[in-house]
């Protein structure tokens, strides 16, 4: 009884967590922001509903698979969420306007990107160069 | 087993955050806003598959789960790969 009252709490934390970063995917001004929402609060809010899960039907077998998706889930929500940033910077997603430090500003040179703040417009010319194909820029990248 | 109140609080909590991230996909201005918000209907599948599986007691929900995560992290490179068109 008292397993399934923690484990409710922390389900419902669990979703909250999730439900936060939805209002951070809505809201924030350009996409790097959007990516910390999603990577911070997204992936704790998955593994706090991993160990709800666990919480509520507890075996020790159930124990070690939790530890493991919670642990695998920590650690690729922040790899993954880098690696999507790193993309979208390189492929001429614009930063807002506010950014001050540009420390990616010569790899995306060097693979045809944008470097220019736009503020939250669409970079027509980087996209229409991305459906162009990688056959390109491979040379010099 | 969970009670299903609790069930229901859940899913509308992530379904309302999947219907927030749907509407960054229509408005969203480049494709890395649409692959970030794919990451996060992922994400909320995943836990809606949790809850889904405590309720109806199904055994396998944990198995489901690790297996979803290790998949997610493929998922969100290919979809990194993908939006650089196959360049590093």
Do not use: C, H
Not at chain 1, 20 to 42: E, H, K, M, N, W
Not at chain 1, 76 to 97: E, I, K
Not at chain 2, 57 to 62: P, T
């Amino acid at each position: 009884m008292i397993a399934t009252i923690i484990g409710s709490a922390l389900l419902i934390l669990g979703a909250f967590n999730i439900f936060s970063a939805a209002v951070g995917l809505f809201r924030l001004p350009d996409l790097y922001t959007r990516t910390s929402a999603i990577g911070t609060a997204a992936g704790l809010g998955v593994a706090f509903m991993i160990l709800g899960v666990v919480v509520v039907d507890f075996t020790w077998l159930n124990l070690l698979k939790g530890v493991l998706a919670i642990v695998a889930q920590l650690v690729t929500s922040a790899v993954g969420s880098f690696a999507l940033a790193r993309s979208g910077y390189l492929t001429g997603s614009s930063p807002a306007a506010i950014t001050v430090p540009d420390e990616l500003a010569d790899d995306a040179v060097a693979l045809g990107g944008a470097s220019v703040p736009l503020g939250d417009t669409v970079p027509t010319e980087d996209t229409a160069a991305l459906d162009a194909g990688p056959t390109d820029n491979r040379a010099n990248a | 087993m969970i009670p299903v109140s609790v069930a229901i609080i859940v899913g509308v909590l992530l379904v309302a955050a999947v219907a927030l991230a749907v509407v960054r996909i229509v408005r969203g201005p480049t494709p890395g806003d649409t692959a970030v918000a794919g990451d996060l209907i992922f994400f909320a599948f995943v836990g809606l598959v949790a809850v889904l599986a405590l309720l109806f007691g199904i055994v396998a929900a944990l198995d489901i789960i690790l297996i979803a995560t290790v998949l997610g992290f493929l998922s969100v490179l290919s979809l990194a790969r993908l939006l650089q068109g196959g360049r590093r």
